[in-house]
């Protein structure tokens, strides 16, 4: 699809878009196309889910800042709300239909790059500092904690879990609008 | 984040001086019951410069990083 006619369409879209960036050879694009096009048929008639091929659309995929696919995007009138990046679980897709729907971004935004270095680093400090101590099983544990703490967000179990986590305990989401 | 009260320094800091505690301690660098203590005391300021959050400054009101 051409850059000017994509961008024209979804402005004058009536309905917000979900918009699937991905390409024939991509393996996490094929796993994860049945749970779009099954969203897309449970949002039919209140979000519109478009299938972008990256290789016949090089000038939108640049021009939507896409580096590596699949990626997802939420569009609502005509602006961008939410995109997630790699293969996700059905209920983290849903979201972004969610997103495309209400503009609220019902998931987290993720760590700021600084929080994430920091646990990293101190993670990674004191799995030596255990390994070194004996090896030290509460060292080791800690520094289990800390590490997964730093990638928590883009671990695709914890994301799945996450919402029903979250729900278990009535405990309200993050909801941050774009 | 709102309740986030350090700086980005103070949470450098606190992080660096919470390993080197550790490291002390659990290394048998400092033997004895100062190692013992070094072992626990370490994780305080490890945990309030990873938490961003430090309960002393909460209670005296003050802050390091802008609000």
Known sequence: ?178 | MSYINQASWDRIVRIALGIILLYLGWAGVVPGGLGVFLKVIGFVPLITGLVGWCPLYALLKVRTNKV
């Open chain 1, 1 to 178: 699809m051409e850059k000017e006619a994509f961008f024209e369409k979804l402005h004058q879209n009536p309905r917000p878009v979900v918009v699937d960036i991905w390409a024939p050879w991509c393996m996490p694009c094929r796993a994860i196309a049945p749970s779009l096009e099954s969203l897309g048929g449970q949002f039919d008639g209140r979000v519109d889910y478009w299938k972008v091929n990256a290789d016949e659309s090089l000038d939108l995929v640049q021009s939507l800042g896409v580096r590596s696919i699949p990626t997802v995007i939420a569009f609502r009138g005509g602006q961008e709300v939410a995109r997630r990046i790699g293969a996700q679980p059905k209920i983290a897709l849903g979201e972004l239909f969610e997103a495309a729907l209400t503009g609220a971004v019902q998931f987290e935004p993720g760590l700021a790059p600084l929080q994430r270095m920091l646990r990293l680093i101190a993670g990674a400090g004191l799995l030596i500092l255990g390994w070194q101590a004996g090896p030290s099983i509460i060292l080791l544990a800690v520094s289990g904690v800390v590490l997964f703490s730093a990638v928590y967000d883009r671990c695709p179990v914890w994301r799945a879990l996450s919402p029903r986590l979250a729900r278990l305990f009535h405990r309200p989401q993050a909801t941050q609008v774009k």
